[in-house]
């Protein structure tokens, strides 16, 4: 296989995993939140962010067990999460509305 068919299928697979990856933000976030590009959210699947919610710049946001269905990291509506923020859920964690970290 030649170099540049490699590489065409690799910018289609790259671009489908971003498309994905898109895909769950729109499920999983509320309306009118915002999370900074050089946050990184791993187990989207598991995650739920609020309405009116912001997540800053260079936060984490982990989930160990990414085999449940259902969402194990919770975040509320009108929530800030400031700077460097790490937020690591084993089975549960829940901030509510109005939290400000």
Do not use: K
Request: aromatic letters at 10%; glycine letters at 8%; proline letters at 2%.
């Amino acid at each position: 296989m030649s170099d540049f068919l490699r590489n065409v299928r690799r910018w289609f697979r790259r671009r489908a995993e971003r498309n994905a990856a898109a895909a769950w933000r729109r499920v999983h976030v509320g309306a009118n939140s915002h999370i900074a590009p050089s946050a990184q959210v791993l187990g989207w699947r598991q995650v739920s962010i609020g309405h009116h919610t912001v997540v800053g710049a260079e936060s984490w946001i982990n989930v160990n067990d990414r085999r449940s269905d259902r969402p194990v990291v919770i975040i509320g509506d009108n929530c800030f999460l400031g700077r460097r923020n790490f937020i690591n859920a084993g089975e549960f964690v829940r901030l509510g509305d109005y939290c400000l970290t």
